[in-house]
């Protein structure tokens, strides 16, 4: 079988095409209620009283009054269990009861089946607070200006020591220093947060939803309710994107369509528009980042000292796993000697930050590829001859001390992507065209552009960090009909990124059978088991590998019974499954995952293997940059990475092309505006993202080198692209303009502000 490595068509793709796909808002239950929520005006404050509002029939004649005895109205008296989204410290209400901490947070919940009546009605709830003072940056809340909360407004914190930084700042020959900013980012999925929910106490709380991580809910509506996991039962729908922007945030939605179809007594379904879905649910992490980095004359690395900070917003949610990727991260794949980093999260009066694509990492990246650039200049050495002294090799350690077992080859990745992009060329006759323009001369036509070429150099580590997998104990089962049809039943959700069809592959490859034999179940806590949460670019590497083990559990089951030969054609396989469970009953195997060997990580002092596999990836921008009017433009994008083996072709291209063109939008266009704690520009309107004509040809090459622990040698690669992109812009508008920008999203008005 040659299955893997193939472009085999998505499993889903007819019925998405089609439009027989049902997405939860194509529901429709008998009875059922629509819910909205009423939210907080105030960034921080005590909430004095909540009114139902009910003014006499106006002037003319048309009765304006609210029937409120004919809603759902649920406060946070209501809850029958725990009033917290039960996640990792468990900080974060369903619904506020006494105090707001954030603007847009949950305080009351209505249903009613007429959805526009609804409407009016949540706008005739009148909430009265005491505010109080609030806490709007990173910079304030180190300050600390206020305590919002604990005891120093810190949520997590990390430190990462390796050699001894201290001593080498005397043995340097220079020491680069530098501040890199990164602002929020709206996950812009295409399909906003929707649930339905069933609740009562005899059969317990069934949820439909777009989602990534079934059992994170599963998980928080035992506790919001009280009751045994058997009475909880989530179902994944078709979901139309994530990007992290799922993950955390449907616990919470579905937490309140449950609580609302408890109290009434009818499904319930939540749906949030655009404007709500933007101003309400999770992005990216804002950023800062401090380098201080120490060098010999040479070029050479001797000391790192890197100060890593992110906004969590008002609840902790995921920013422990999120700071500990970015700092994992933050000295990129480079060999240093001696490496302190120090990272924090910090508690503003912001709406929650969570999760987004790539989880921290693209914020230091970016801080540490803009870096390496300035230390570069300082030393006098090109961008890509001083990395090149400084890239790690096999048999190296990173910053927590990992060993790079494998082979890794940047010089070969460089060497390609500079080939391909005809860098050197370009650098040499943009820097001559650029200098003849800054003597005055001009196109005919008007002003004519600059243009710059950058690159960027970087790693992603593939799964959870650390002990995460070990502590997960993902398991993945399967089972053959009498057809010897057989279905992967997983919680990993197919979210466009194409989950169905890699497992499909992977399964039908390790049996080899036909891949239209193979059947992914949908995501249902009642049918799957926990094979753990669709993030980290751990769906291949991590459960694709317990996909095959699974069904080779199946066919070794055959084996053992003596109805297969280990040597066996599809027809040999089907024959001894029908004979099975003619004999034995239901054919079924389960797979738990097993550490690779060797992989040791230490989370007291931080240090050990935080990977089993890392990407690695060269990435080349070349830009244009339009004086007049500040903008500037992408003009061609190449992206080299070394994943391992390239399970589809055509789904790992387009996992490299959209994350790039999502990582464009990072760069120079996404602009989240904030305005006393809420977001301002909350419309696809005014929330500016890289259309098609903002995207230039996104050029995409693969290197092999296999992994041993993936399946069919396979790694990660989800998130990568949106490391390295901003970094290479940025650097190539230096290129272009000789100025430095530090910050993302760099706007046209931000470049005015510098020049």
Same mark, same amino acid.
């Given at each position: 079988?040659?299955?893997?490595?193939?472009?085999?068509?998505?499993?889903?793709?007819?019925?998405?095409?089609?439009?027989?796909?049902?997405?939860?808002?194509?529901?429709?239950?008998?009875?059922?209620?629509?819910?909205?929520?009423?939210?907080?005006?105030?960034?921080?404050?005590?909430?004095?009283?909540?009114?139902?509002?009910?003014?006499?029939?106006?002037?003319?004649?048309?009765?304006?009054?609210?029937?409120?005895?004919?809603?759902?109205?649920?406060?946070?008296?209501?809850?029958?269990?725990?009033?917290?989204?039960?996640?990792?410290?468990?900080? =974060?209400? *369903?619904?506020?009861?006494?105090?707001?901490?954030?603007?847009?947070?949950?305080?009351?919940?209505?249903?009613?089946?007429?959805?526009?009546?609804?409407?009016?009605?949540?706008?005739?709830?009148?909430?009265?607070?005491?505010?109080?003072?609030?806490?709007?940056?990173?910079?304030?809340?180190?300050?600390?200006?206020?305590?919002?909360?604990?005891?120093?407004?810190?949520?997590?914190?990390?430190?990462?020591?390796?050699?001894?930084?201290?001593?080498?700042?005397?043995?340097?020959?220079?020491? $680069?220093?530098?501040?890199?900013?990164?602002?929020?980012?709206?996950?812009?999925?295409?399909?906003?947060?929707?649930?339905?929910?069933?609740?009562?106490?005899?059969?317990?709380?069934? $949820?439909?939803?777009?989602?990534?991580?079934?059992?994170?809910?599963?998980?928080?509506?035992?506790? #919001?309710?009280?009751?045994?996991?058997?009475? !909880?039962?989530?179902?994944?729908?078709?979901?139309?994107?994530?990007?992290?922007?799922?993950?955390? *945030?449907?616990?919470?939605?579905?937490?309140?369509?449950?609580?609302?179809?408890?109290?009434?007594?009818?499904?319930?379904?939540?749906?949030?528009?655009?404007?709500?879905?933007?101003?309400?649910?999770?992005?990216?992490?804002?950023?800062?980042?401090?380098?201080?980095?120490?060098?010999?004359?040479?070029?050479?690395? #001797?000391?790192?000292?890197?100060?890593?900070?992110?906004?969590?917003?008002?609840?902790?949610?995921?920013?422990? $796993?999120?700071?500990?990727?970015?700092?994992?991260?933050?000295?990129?794949?480079?060999?240093?000697?001696?490496?302190?980093?120090?990272?924090?999260?910090?508690?503003?009066?912001?709406?929650?930050?969570?999760?987004?694509?790539?989880?921290?990492?693209?914020?230091?990246?970016?801080?540490?590829?803009?870096?390496?650039?300035?230390?570069?200049?300082?030393?006098?050495?090109?961008?890509?001859?001083?990395?090149?002294?400084?890239?790690?090799?096999?048999?190296?350690?990173?910053?927590?001390?990992?060993? !790079?077992?494998?082979?890794?080859?940047?010089?070969?990745?460089?060497?390609?992507?500079?080939?391909?992009?005809?860098?050197?060329?370009?650098?040499?006759?943009?820097?001559?065209?650029?200098?003849?323009?800054?003597?005055?001369?001009?196109?005919?036509?008007?002003?004519?552009?600059?243009?710059?070429?950058?690159?960027?150099?970087?790693?992603?580590?593939?799964?959870?960090?650390?002990?995460?997998?070990?502590?997960?104990?993902?398991?993945?089962?399967?089972?053959?009909?009498?057809?010897?049809?057989?279905?992967?039943?997983?919680?990993?959700?197919?979210?466009?990124?194409?989950?169905?069809?890699?497992?499909?592959?992977?399964?039908?490859?390790? #049996?080899?059978?036909?891949?239209?034999?193979?059947?992914?179940?949908?995501?249902?806590?009642?049918?799957?088991?926990?094979?753990?949460?669709?993030?980290?670019?751990?769906?291949?590497?991590?459960?694709?590998?317990?996909?095959?083990?699974?069904?080779?559990?199946?066919?070794?089951?055959?084996?053992?019974?003596?109805?297969?030969?280990?040597?066996?054609?599809?027809?040999?396989?089907?024959?001894?499954?029908?004979?099975?469970?003619?004999?034995?009953?239901?054919?079924?195997?389960?797979?738990?995952?097993?550490?690779?060997?060797?992989?040791?990580?230490?989370?007291?002092?931080?240090?050990?293997?935080?990977?089993?596999?890392?990407?690695?990836?060269? *990435?080349?921008?070349?830009?244009?940059?339009?004086?007049?009017?500040?903008?500037?433009?992408?003009?061609?994008?190449?992206?080299?990475?070394?994943?391992?083996?390239?399970?589809?072709?055509?789904?790992?291209?387009?996992?490299?092309?959209?994350?790039?063109?999502?990582?464009?939008?990072?760069?120079?266009?996404?602009?989240?505006?904030? =305005?006393?704690?809420?977001?301002?520009?909350?419309?696809?309107?005014?929330?500016?993202?890289?259309?098609?004509?903002?995207?230039?040809?996104?050029?995409? *090459?693969?290197?092999?080198?296999?992994?041993?622990?993936?399946?069919?040698?396979?790694?990660?690669?989800?998130?990568?692209?949106?490391?390295?992109?901003?970094?290479?812009?940025?650097?190539?508008?230096?290129?272009?303009?000789?100025?430095?920008?530090?910050?993302?999203?760099?706007?046209?008005?931000?470049?005015?502000?510098?020049?």
């Amino acid at each position: 079988m040659t299955l893997v490595g193939k472009s085999i068509p998505r499993k889903e793709g007819r019925k998405k095409v089609t439009g027989q796909a049902l997405y939860v808002d194509d529901l429709k239950f008998d009875g059922m209620l629509h819910g909205v929520t009423v939210r907080s005006s105030v960034p921080r404050g005590s909430i004095k009283n909540i009114s139902f509002d009910n003014p006499p029939a106006n002037a003319g004649g048309s009765d304006l009054s609210i029937p409120w005895d004919e809603f759902t109205i649920v406060t946070a008296k209501d809850i029958p269990g725990e009033n917290y989204v039960a996640l990792i410290l468990n900080d =974060q209400p *369903y619904l506020a009861e006494n105090t707001v901490n954030h603007a847009e947070e949950p305080i009351v919940l209505l249903a009613h089946h007429d959805k526009y009546l609804l409407e009016e009605a949540r706008r005739r709830v009148k909430i009265e607070y005491e505010e109080t003072p609030a806490v709007f940056s990173l910079e304030e809340s180190l300050a600390p200006k206020e305590i919002i909360w604990g005891e120093d407004n810190v949520f997590k914190k990390f430190l990462v020591n390796k050699g001894n930084v201290e001593e080498a700042w005397a043995h340097a020959d220079f020491i $680069v220093e530098g501040e890199y900013e990164t602002g929020a980012q709206e996950q812009l999925y295409i399909e906003t947060n929707g649930v339905i929910a069933t609740a009562n106490p005899a059969e317990g709380v069934t $949820v439909w939803g777009s989602m990534q991580c079934p059992y994170y809910v599963h998980k928080a509506l035992i506790k #919001l309710f009280g009751l045994p996991e058997e009475k !909880i039962r989530v179902i994944q729908t078709e979901t139309g994107g994530g990007f992290g922007g799922k993950e955390e *945030y449907p616990s919470l939605i579905a937490g309140h369509a449950a609580l609302l179809a408890w109290k009434s007594g009818k499904p319930v379904k939540m749906i949030y528009d655009r404007a709500e879905d933007m101003v309400a649910t999770t992005k990216r992490h804002p950023s800062r980042t401090r380098h201080k980095t120490a060098l010999t004359k040479d070029g050479k690395l #001797l000391a790192m000292e890197i100060d890593f900070v992110i906004d969590g917003g008002a609840y902790c949610t995921l920013s422990p $796993v999120v700071l500990s990727r970015g700092t994992i991260h933050a000295a990129g794949p480079y060999f240093c000697p001696n490496v302190r980093i120090l990272s924090k999260a910090v508690a503003t009066n912001m709406p929650p930050h969570g999760a987004f694509r790539g989880f921290g990492a693209p914020q230091s990246i970016f801080a540490l590829e803009r870096h390496m650039d300035k230390v570069a200049k300082t030393l006098g050495l090109s961008p890509e001859e001083f990395r090149r002294r400084n890239f790690i090799k096999e048999g190296e350690t990173t910053a927590t001390n990992q060993v !790079i077992r494998e082979h890794v080859d940047l010089d070969g990745l460089l060497n390609r992507a500079f080939e391909l992009t005809d860098y050197h060329a370009k650098r040499e006759r943009f820097a001559e065209e650029n200098g003849t323009q800054a003597s005055g001369l001009q196109h005919a036509g008007g002003v004519r552009t600059k243009k710059g070429i950058g690159f960027a150099t970087f790693m992603h580590g593939a799964g959870f960090t650390g002990s995460g997998e070990v502590y997960l104990q993902s398991v993945v089962g399967a089972e053959a009909n009498a057809n010897g049809q057989v279905k992967v039943l997983a919680a990993s959700t197919e979210i466009g990124q194409g989950t169905n069809t890699i497992f499909a592959q992977i399964a039908a490859e390790a #049996l080899g059978i036909d891949y239209d034999l193979i059947e992914v179940a949908q995501p249902d806590t009642g049918n799957v088991p926990n094979s753990g949460p669709t993030v980290a670019s751990r769906t291949t590497m991590i459960v694709g590998k317990l996909v095959e083990s699974a069904v080779l559990g199946l066919k070794q089951t055959l084996v053992g019974s003596g109805l297969l030969k280990e040597e066996s054609t599809q027809a040999d396989f089907q024959k001894a499954c029908a004979e099975y469970t003619e004999k034995f009953g239901a054919l079924k195997s389960t797979s738990q995952y097993q550490p690779p060997p060797g992989i040791r990580w230490d989370d007291e002092k931080y240090e050990g293997d935080a990977y089993g596999a890392f990407a690695w990836a060269v *990435y080349v921008a070349e830009i244009s940059y339009d004086p007049l009017t500040y903008e500037a433009h992408v003009d061609d994008f190449v992206a080299v990475q070394e994943i391992g083996r390239v399970m589809n072709p055509v789904l790992a291209a387009g996992q490299i092309e959209g994350g790039v063109a999502q990582a464009i939008g990072m760069a120079l266009y996404e602009n989240v505006v904030w =305005q006393d704690g809420r977001m301002a520009n909350g419309q696809m309107t005014n929330y500016i993202m890289p259309t098609a004509a903002d995207l230039p040809p996104i050029r995409v *090459y693969f290197e092999e080198n296999r992994y041993a622990f993936g399946p069919g040698g396979a790694k990660g690669i989800g998130e990568l692209p949106m490391d390295g992109p901003a970094p290479a812009i940025l650097n190539a508008i230096e290129n272009a303009t000789g100025i430095s920008f530090n910050r993302i999203p760099l706007m046209p008005e931000m470049i005015l502000q510098v020049v």
